[in-house]
């Protein structure tokens, strides 16, 4: 991982909801017009986590479908929630959104700056504009005066798709000479540069620097460039994600891919998953994306299963998915949990796991910490399961047990034999060396 990239922080939301800070590493007070972005800084302030934003889909003047969706979505652990507001009807609902929530919302302005002046007035914690459909100057100026006013930032979002000089390719191509012309899309990610440019021009004049910067594509490669270009020219925090990036089965493969890269390049402050589907699953892949990188503390149990194969004797697929959606709901402490098919690789794939289940021949069987506690029939196996996760649940947070400390290491059950019944024997046989594996003998010891 390379360390993250510093950058002028900015901070979004208020005493109610609690401020989250995007980017961070440079001082508060950088001028972004002579700062470098980069790794190599005294980071006179640290870079903050990186927060999981997301969308609500329904309408914002539905203001009691509006609060329900952000509610669910605070609740699945969004830092942030975007709104959009394409009529003066949505920034008239804001202030009573925003009344009965308490996670930042974003208002997302599209077409119309008015929108946005409506919406810094109903209280909203950040506006994002898109210099491909607000592009008046003095316009923008009556949106960042009003920001710099109310004291919150602007993310400038410059979308590939929402470009209108990307229609005049050759004219552009043409003013922006051999620009980047080593890349596929070469002449759309000199457009975006350019247009971030001319735009942040209009902010550094009037001083106003709390700003962070998003440049998407539905296109993953376009978008690892275009970060990575904006990353290396301007000191301020980004806003990734790949737009429109599909359903949820294509789409997951998509922004990981883009988000995954960058992120590990240590470009990437705060990020937004964007499926055709439930903005839920936005927020908990993108916190999933984190975790398994390291970038975020985990919440909850991580969940470990097994693909399945030939071997299989009991309806994993579906107690997968039961194990899962109960322990999203239950489990609050980042224990590890096991799924595992049968005993043939189970136990030594679900290394480390707290809690496991082996199932075979329509039977589970399971451990806690390498402790065998049940051997059940498949009927029971999803309630003994979470039964026995609450419980390590309650003997964490007491102080009893720590996670991931195993006292007794998981051994298989005789495949041979009745289910759970002839380790015994096996593991004498391999005692007295009749059964099992040679020893290794390492070289030289
Ligand atoms: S744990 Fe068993 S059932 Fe699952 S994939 Fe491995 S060998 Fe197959």
């Known amino acids: 991982m390379t360390p993250r990239r510093c950058t002028r922080p900015i901070f979004v939301g208020d005493d109610r909801t609690g401020i989250v800070q995007i980017g961070g590493g440079l001082p508060l007070d950088a001028d972004p017009r002579t700062a470098s972005p980069g790794g190599d800084h005294s980071r006179p302030t640290q870079p903050a986590p990186i927060s999981v934003q997301t969308m609500t889909a329904g309408y914002t003047h539905d203001i009691d479908k509006c609060v329900a969706e952000v509610l669910k979505l605070q609740a699945a652990g969004a830092d942030i929630v ?65 920001c710099a006013d109310a004291k919150i930032p602007i993310r400038v979002g410059v979308n590939e798709g929402s470009i209108i000089e990307r229609k005049d390719k050759l004219a552009r191509a043409k003013e922006l000479g051999a620009y980047f012309s080593e890349h596929k899309h070469g002449y759309l990610l000199a457009i975006m540069i350019a247009k971030l440019e001319e735009y942040l021009d209009i902010f550094y004049e009037m001083d106003f620097f709390d700003i962070a910067i998003s440049a998407k594509s539905m296109d993953a490669m376009l978008v690892m460039d275009a970060y990575t270009e904006v990353s290396q020219r301007f000191p301020h925090p980004l806003h990734l994600g790949v737009t429109h990036a599909g359903p949820k089965e294509t789409g997951c493969i998509r922004s990981v891919v883009a988000l995954g890269s960058l992120l590990t390049r240590g470009v990437g402050d705060t990020i937004r998953i964007s499926y055709a589907n439930d903005p839920i699953y936005e927020v908990e892949d993108g916190l999933e994306l984190l975790y398994c990188l390291g970038l975020r503390e985990r919440k909850g149990a991580e969940l470990i299963a097994c693909p399945t194969c030939g071997r299989i004797q009991v309806d994993l697929f579906t107690l997968i998915q039961d194990v899962r959606t109960k322990l999203a709901d239950q489990i609050q402490v980042p224990m590890k949990v096991a799924v595992m098919g049968c005993v043939v690789n189970g136990p030594g794939e679900a290394e480390g796991a707290d ?42 947070r007491a102080g009893e047990v720590k996670l991931g400390e195993k006292k007794v290491e998981i051994v298989p059950p005789d495949p041979e034999g009745e289910l759970g019944s002839g380790w015994e024997k096996v593991a004498a046989e391999r005692m007295n060396g009749s059964r099992g594996p040679t020893p290794l003998t390492i070289k030289g010891t």
């Not at 119309?112 to 008046?136: C, M, Q, T, W, Y």
């Not at 329509?362 to 059940?376: D, L, P, S, T």
């Open 82 to 146: 975007r709104v959009a507001v394409p009529e003066r009807k949505d920034t008239q609902a804001l202030a009573e959104i925003i009344r009965q929530t308490s996670v930042p919302i974003v208002a997302d302005v599209h077409f119309h700056f008015k929108r946005a002046l409506e919406a810094v007035e109903a209280g909203v914690h950040k506006i994002r504009l898109n210099p491909g459909n607000i592009s008046d100057r003095a316009q923008v100026q009556d949106v960042i005066r009003a």
């Open 355 to 396: 809690v496991a289940v082996f199932a075979g021949n329509q039977r589970g069987i399971i451990y806690v910490q390498g402790e065998k506690v049940a051997n059940i029939p498949e009927a029971e196996i999803l309630d003994r399961l979470l039964s026995e996760c609450v419980r390590f649940q309650e003997r964490v």
